[in-house]
């Protein structure tokens, strides 16, 4: 749901300055005023001006800092008030989860509820979410977080100007409008839900909260992700941004074709690299049964450890066709870095080697070995992202909080 | 060669409003400066003094101007200037190229020499384009076309900061400098010799001269472009711009693997779309021996006509091949649209159903048949895309001819 801007009492100019010294706090957590002053190219009586306003509107408040290497007294510094947040929410094949992302970038709460959704109406599921996000809102409260936006994400082509859920293939989901529900997650919120696709909310959390956070060096900021979920998701990050096509549905990388001659996909393709590198693919290819994924996952991980061939062999094809893939997206986009999320990030020991015997033999040279990374985010990834994308709505509409 | 903008006598906004009118006569072809006014939101006082500064450097005429539909006498149109052009010039494995394109789009000269350029070494080559190169200058000359700039284009990555041609495995060159040899080109001209990737510039002048034209009705401004040589080369089309990646080498589609245990291929990986659908693999495939390119491609649309199978079944496979790459690019890039040039427009008959039948089995849905279409711009579409980028560079920075 997107509210539109309002004009309010505050100028075009006064709005660009405000969000540059958001953007800096955003960047480097934390930065005193005079430092802000150094980055935005403002004076230092702008930022002390637009900080005041800030602090009014509840968004940013003051802290000591000291810092290594520097003399003197500790200045101070404003950070982000962690007493904001946004709610993020997620929909998956085979769970339903919450949590609560104050503006430091901190899960303050989290909840994850197992479930096969996959064999369940959407009308269903909602008002699982809606309790679920009931309990996330309540957390916060009792935590002194105000939620004032959030977003919800799914594994699926989203139209995020009408707030529909074009196709989600592993849940058996097309066309559903989800306006409604979007406001039932966060009733009376100032800023709204807002949708996004699960594997590019996951992507952009690596990108703020992982392998692209300025705290880890700001190694990646041109990168494919992929998300091992049920199905294969995927983001394309470009300049530090998500790049989603002509028509907003960039990044699918798991129906790619790694293999012509292989089997039917549910995306009505064949040889689709979730067909081989997808939880149920490699559950499949190991002859791991049963009801939950979340024991089959921990026994194709025992299975791993004890050196079990058939899920060492099941792992290592879907590493070998994460390459392929990876080798033929590398050669279209340019793109030299690869961070792997989700269930892959889980099987890292296992997958990382075949991946890159497989990049060495498809496309030898063009993603160097230390450029590819695993995310350290595990499930919450996805919420975060989505999550993050709120904060960062909000920020970006601040003068509609300075009266 | 680039040359570093002289600030000259002109403001930072006149040269922004010079570019505002050029757009619109690149654009539209021709306009009056009424129109030009009412497009670009400058005042006609304003488009008039443009215009004079634009006539007085030579860079547009006046031209008189009849529309259907409109009453009272004939306007007096501006049409970019006829007399002014710039120089293509291309190396390819198999053939050198040169070109003059005057800057209303139209080649006036054009000569093709066939050669094999993988056995030569680089000064061999260019000492024989050098000379092709002055009879196109002699040509333009002849016709009172003064040349401003030109370009070249190579089938290889090249680094256009520094002009170097970093890797051109069909040739079997790489690491080459080629700032003298660009600057021997066109010797002394005011805006020098840019350097480019064929496909690359191939895909330009089919958003400038073809399917992307606005006479062509505007039809694909998001498109990926496959330009089949002896090798496959590509470019991506998105928003009516080339997307070059973060390292400016994106589009390299003729590299995507799309079997994996495809054989190996120049680039050192496996399985690549050149190995099925580029010239040497189709006339291998098709069983067609003979030295030049030429012959066999005549001998290749014989049997075609003839419905030899052997020939059939090869055009196919290619079509088959192209088919999983522009899936897997598609899915990707969520690029809606397909151009196809080179060989793989001459073979069109053959390689359009074989392409179709592969896409709606890959990748239903995703790309209209529509959107489907091949080039009609032939042999010297990249070395236009060369010269075009030159006539916009010298156009981009009109405000030096301005005295």
């Known amino acids: 749901m997107r509210a539109t801007p309002s004009p309010g009492r505050v100028g075009d100019v006064r709005r660009q300055n405000l969000a540059l010294i958001l953007t800096g706090l955003l960047s480097n957590g934390q ?16 930022v002390s001006s637009l900080v005041a306003d800030l602090i009014d509107a509840g968004l940013v408040q003051e802290s ?28 998956n094949v085979d769970y339903l989860a919450v949590g609560v992302l104050d503006f430091t ?36 409260q009792a935590a002194g977080i105000e939620l004032l936006g959030g977003g919800l994400t799914v594994p699926g082509l989203v139209d995020t100007e009408r707030d529909v859920l074009i196709n989600a293939p592993n849940l058996g989901w097309a066309g559903v409008g989800l306006s409604a529900e979007l406001q039932k997650l966060l009733p009376g919120s100032r800023f709204g839900v807002t949708l996004s696709n699960e594997a590019n909310s996951a992507a952009l959390a690596e990108l703020w909260f992982g392998h692209g956070a300025m705290f880890h060096g700001a190694r990646f ?34 129906h790619m074709v790694v293999h012509p001659d292989g089997p039917r996909c549910t995306c009505g393709g064949h040889g689709c690299l979730e067909k081989f590198a997808g939880q149920h693919a490699i559950f499949l290819a190991a002859g791991i049964g049963g009801e939950s994924t979340v024991a089959q996952t921990a026994h194709l991980l025992r299975s791993l450890a004890e050196g079990n061939v058939r899920a060492t062999a099941a792992v290592e094809q879907a590493g070998h066709y994460l390459g392929v893939a ?12 690869v961070v792997l999320g989700g269930h892959f990030a889980v099987l890292e020991p296992w997958l990382g080697p075949a991946l890159r015997r497989s990049l060495a033999n498809y496309a ?16 919450p990834a ?22």
Not at 31 to 46: F, I, N, V
Not at 222 to 246: K, M, Q, R
Request: net charge positive; hydrophobic share 40%; glycine share 14%.
């Open 105 to 140: 970038g901190q899960l303050r709460f989290h909840e994850t509820l197992e479930r096969h959704n996959r064999a369940s109406r959407p009308g269903e599921v909602f008002t699982l979410l809606v309790t679920m996000a009931r309990r996330a809102a309540d957390a916060a």
């Open 64 to 91: 000591s800092v000291t810092r290594d290497g520097e003399r003197g007294r500790p200045g101070t510094g404003i950070i982000l008030n962690p007493a904001r947040g946004a709610l993020g929410a997620e929909i």
């Open 221 to 254: 900021k041109d990168y494919l992700y992929l998300s091992g979920e049920v199905g294969v998701g995927g983001g394309l990050v470009i300049g530090s941004e998500l790049f989603a096509g002509p028509h907003g549905h960039a990044g699918e990388i798991g």
């Open 364 to 379: 030898p040279g063009l993603i160097p070995d230390g450029n590819i990374a695993f995310s350290r985010l595990r499930e």
């Open 382 to 403: 996805a919420l975060m992202g989505a999550a993050g994308s709120s904060v960062r709505n909000v920020l970006g509409r601040s003068y509609e909080l300075i009266s």
């Open 326 to 337: 990876v080798a033929s997206a590398a050669r279209l986009t340019n793109v030299p870095a």
């Open 31 to 46: 930065a005193t005023r005079a430092q802000l002053a150094a980055e935005s190219g403002l004076t230092k009586a702008s």
